[in-house]
Structures are given as structure tokens and as C-alpha cells.
């Protein structure tokens, strides 16, 4: 999972590059430009010419506020009034009228030509927006912090992924964690007092870093011992399981006497087992061995 997640993060993360020019001055810009576009598309639209035929025809219209808007935007001349548009031209009966361009078509032209200048002054001359692939690289730079932070907390280490720990720092974090919270049951030295002793080969739910990281992330309710993956992070069940793995062989006074099977840690020893269930694979295998027995 490590291994994965490193190679869908092995491409070179650059760091957002700052905008080159002050927010201040792009929203004078704006400002400015947007007075522009009410001067050369609204005013002109609010002074267009009227002939008498049209200033009589239209009397009526005008003195309603949405007429007059409406006159505005589409440019259509009442049904009166298209006599004085008719061309000279006669295609067999059929007469055309001389209407000019729509306003409301020249709105959406002039806004364009705009909207155009405004994504180039904003994304190619002053730089104060992000093309797509300056977002994208922000994003992965993000990511990448985001990924560094879980690494810390060892957000990736679980009980098929864990590995030893041998460096003294992280020892030294897991015994201040085992002191904390793991001496009522195991004692001080890990003798084992309601709990086994923890110093020998001998393992109720296997021996090893996978199983005891296992056995502490989970717990044993059977038994009393709950599950620390509501108290601690990955990280620090690591280092306590480390921690606890460094004390074997020292026989400490007083110490309980084994419990469960004999641990011999190998370098293909991947399989965990099931802290849920008391020892049953221990018990299972006894069971076999003793009718064996009675048959020969």
C-alpha cells in the first residue's frame, strides 16, 4: 500500500508560483473595464435615432417602462411602421424589410470581444488567474502535503503493512507509551501480572510485529483488553509493539510463566492471527495430537 501510494506520488511536485500582481490593481481593472462595457453597449442603445413615423407609431408603446426595454434589446418595429422599411426590391411578390442587427445580438458580440480581452489580461498579460495546469500542480502539491501528514501519523501502517521499529527514538516512545497505559496488566518490566509476560517466546495470539500489533490494535474483550486503535494512531501502536518485542529474552524477576505457543519469528512468518479467538488454533492442534496418540 506504501509501496503504491509513493509511486502515484513519484512525479515532481512544484509549488504554487505567487501571482505577479497586486489584487488591488486587477480589481481597478475590472472596474474600469466593466464602466467601458455600460458607455459603448447601453448608452448608444438609450440614444438611438427616431424618425416621426416611428416617434407616432411607438408613442403608446414608450410609456411603459418594460415596452420600451423590450424596443431596446430586440430592435423590432412595430407592424405600422414596416411600410418605410420595405426595399425596393421585388422578388415576385416577395418584399424584404431593411431591419438593422438585433441590439441584443450586438450585446452578446461586443461582450465576447469583452470577455475575451479580460481572460487574456487576466491569464496571459497580468497572471492573477491559474491556467488549468498551474491549478493542477497546486493540487498535487497540496496532495502531497496531505500525504507527508499522514505518513507522520502512519496513517498507512496497518497490521499487514507494519514493520519493526529498532532505532532508539521510537523505542524510547514506545516504552513511555507501554509505562502510560500497559503496566496494570503486563508490569513494569512486561512479567505479566493480570496479563502474560510479554518477555518470552510464548504467544497467546502469535508472536511477531504483524500479530502484536495486531493484538494491540483489536484487543482481546475476551480477556479484558481493549482495542488502543481508539487511543493511539498506527504510529504509536507500532513503536509500543516494537518496544514490547525489544524486551524478549530478559527474563525479568518474578516473571509469570509462559502462556501459549512458542513464537520463532522467520522471514516468510506473514500470517496473524485472530486475537478474538482464545488460543482455539493452539487448542485444535493439541486435540489432533492427542488422538494420534491414542490411535497408534
Not at 243 to 264: C, H, M, R, W
Request: aromatic share 10%; proline share 5%; hydrophobic share 40%.
Amino acid at each position: 500500500m506504501i509501496s503504491s501510494a509513493s509511486a502515484l506520488f513519484a512525479q515532481t511536485v512544484t509549488e504554487p508560483v505567487p501571482t505577479e500582481m497586486n489584487m488591488n490593481t486587477y480589481y481597478i481593472i475590472m472596474f474600469v473595464i466593466f464602466f467601458l462595457l455600460l458607455n459603448l453597449i447601453f448608452i448608444p442603445l438609450m440614444k438611438s435615432p427616431k424618425t416621426a413615423e416611428e416617434i407616432s407609431a411607438s408613442a403608446i408603446a414608450q410609456k411603459k417602462l418594460i415596452g420600451v426595454l423590450t424596443g431596446k434589446i430586440t430592435g423590432l418595429q412595430p407592424i405600422e411602421a414596416e411600410k418605410s422599411l420595405l426595399l425596393d426590391e421585388d422578388y415576385d411578390g416577395i418584399q424584404e424589410l431593411d431591419n438593422n442587427i438585433p441590439p441584443w445580438f450586438n450585446i452578446l458580440f461586443y461582450g465576447s470581444v469583452i470577455i475575451a480581452i479580460i481572460y487574456m489580461l487576466n491569464f496571459h498579460v497580468f497572471k492573477t488567474g491559474k491556467l488549468p495546469f498551474q491549478e493542477y500542480n497546486d493540487e498535487v502539491f497540496a496532495a502531497q502535503l496531505q500525504r507527508d501528514e499522514l505518513i507522520k501519523s502512519g496513517a498507512f501502517i496497518n497490521e499487514t503493512t507494519v514493520e519493526l521499529l529498532n532505532d532508539p527514538e521510537s523505542l524510547s516512545a514506545g516504552k513511555q507509551i507501554f509505562l502510560a497505559n500497559c503496566v496494570p496488566c503486563h508490569g513494569e518490566n512486561a512479567g505479566g501480572t493480570v496479563g502474560p509476560n510479554l518477555t518470552d517466546q510464548f504467544w497467546i495470539h502469535g508472536g511477531g510485529i504483524k500479530n502484536v500489533f495486531k493484538t494491540i490494535k483489536y484487543g482481546v474483550p475476551v480477556k479484558g483488553m481493549i482495542a488502543w486503535q481508539n487511543q493511539f494512531n498506527p504510529k504509536k501502536m507500532q513503536q509500543v509493539g516494537s518496544y514490547v518485542l525489544s524486551l524478549q529474552g530478559t527474563n525479568p524477576a518474578n516473571g509469570k510463566p509462559p502462556e501459549g505457543d512458542k513464537f520463532i519469528e522467520t522471514a516468510d512468518s506473514v500470517s496473524v492471527k485472530d486475537s478474538s479467538k482464545v488460543n482455539s488454533v493452539s487448542m485444535k492442534d493439541s486435540t489432533k495430537t492427542d488422538s494420534a496418540k491414542i490411535k497408534k
